[in-house]
């Protein structure tokens, strides 16, 4: 895909970014910033694999999630990946309208700023 980028004038790319999983980060969406290519997030609330994370978080949100108008897990890591500033939207993906809902809260409060993120990602790899 780097080759594609780099090679060709693209409008936007897909690819698998989540909490759990972040290699994009790390080549594809710096790339996407410089190439001003848009970035949808494919399976933001899925880990390696695509399965869903949301459900395999055993604890409660911490208390300062609520500072961004956080609710739940989906909202945690839905935030968590639109706020990286190469992602132009996220794909959830649900055939449940009240996951969906769930979903759209994300867009209430604020996005976490790239320390919140940092923040973010330490409290979930302690999860």
């Known amino acids: ?7 060709y004038p693209l409008d936007f790319v897909q690819v698998d970014y989540s909490i759990a999983n972040r290699d994009a980060a790390a080549s594809i969406l710096p790339l996407a910033l410089e190439r001003r290519i848009a970035v949808l ?22 208390p300062w999630a609520a500072d961004l108008g956080i609710g739940s897990w989906a909202q945690f890591m839905l935030k968590y990946v639109v706020a990286h500033p190469a992602v132009t939207c996220a794909i959830p993906a649900t055939r449940d309208p009240a996951h969906m809902d769930e979903n759209m809260g994300a867009r209430a409060g604020r996005l976490p700023d790239a320390a919140l993120r940092r923040r973010m990602q330490a409290h979930y790899a302690r999860l």
Not at 1 to 7: D, P, R, W
Not at 43 to 58: A, D, F, K, M, T
Request: charged share 15%; net charge positive.
């Open 1 to 7: 895909m780097i080759e594609c980028m780099q090679q």
């Open 41 to 62: 997030a494919n399976v933001p609330l899925g880990g390696r694999g695509g399965g869903n994370l949301v459900r395999s978080i055993p604890r409660p949100l911490p």
